[in-house]
């Protein structure tokens, strides 16, 4: 088994001066994860980049992080291809214009020690979403066994940001899907959050923990909700099977 408890992934394609604020909020992420015992590989997936965006990432400021190229140009299979390729345990996504809260890979990486001790198989979410610039809003997750949480929701929207902290186990057990935006189907963590809950994985929360999203005039979400792209059809969603979601620990 790796000795490496994390591998955060940095995902870039077309940002430069923007990730200021994003490394400098994954530095501060990963320095607490170490000072509170845990050891962490960073890396920036550069896929299908500018060559103004590897310019800024190779800049000696960012020596520490591992970079490598990818040429997969979807969110899915960049990260199909490069889990596998990780030393950590555990794997956290970050977007290149995005931000962690300071404490969200501490306190998420001691909540999933707790659970790999307890025996449990969970996937952690930070408590809130805050997205900010084009658009401002304030989500609130709500944990798998909350009392609110119910699987039929699922037909109606995505319970789960793909900016979460997963055991590698889960990403090579549950490989991400590819987006067809042209034929209306995208929405890849949507699809990971339904098919990792019916192969027994918990949703959890990571209390007062925040993640960043900045929403753009033009993204992967604006681009999916722009063409009423859809969930792709699944078994497990069926009206006879989609209860068995709520219930963690039994594999469909």
């Not at 345990?89 to 990486?109: M, Q």
């Not at 753009?216 to 969930?231: I, Q, Y």
């Amino acid at each position: 088994m790796s000795e490496t408890d994390l591998s955060l992934v940095l995902t870039a394609h077309n940002e430069t001066l923007v990730c200021g604020p994003t490394m400098e909020s994954a530095d501060l992420a990963v320095a607490a994860a170490r000072e509170a015992g845990f050891t962490v590989q960073t890396v920036v997936a550069l896929d299908k980049a500018t060559e103004a965006t590897k310019e800024w990432f190779h800049q000696p400021d960012f020596d520490h992080w591992e970079r490598w190229e990818m040429g997969e140009g979807d969110l899915g299979r960049v990260r199909n291809a490069i889990v596998p390729r990780l030393s950590g345990r555990n794997v956290a996504f970050l977007d290149a214009d995005d931000l962690f809260s300071e404490n969200w890979l501490s306190r998420g990486l001691q909540l999933m020690a707790a659970a790999e001790e307890r025996g449990e198989r969970v996937i952690a979410h930070p408590e809130v979403i805050i997205t900010f610039d084009g658009a401002v809003g304030l989500h609130q997750n709500v944990a798998q066994d909350d009392p609110l949480f119910t699987p039929h929701f699922l037909y109606m929207r995505n319970a789960y940001d793909s900016l979460c902290l997963t055991p590698r186990e889960g990403h090579l057990q549950v490989p991400y899907v590819h987006r067809d935006i042209p034929n209306g189907l995208s929405w890849q963590d949507w699809q990971f959050g339904v098919q990792t809950m019916a192969r027994g994985w918990k949703h959890v929360l990571v209390p007062d923990t925040i993640i960043f999203k900045r929403r753009r005039d033009f993204s992967l979400m604006v681009e999916s909700a722009g063409r009423k792209s859809l969930l792709r059809s699944l078994p497990e969603m069926a009206i006879d099977r989609i209860r068995d979601l709520a219930r963690p620990g039994s594999d469909q």
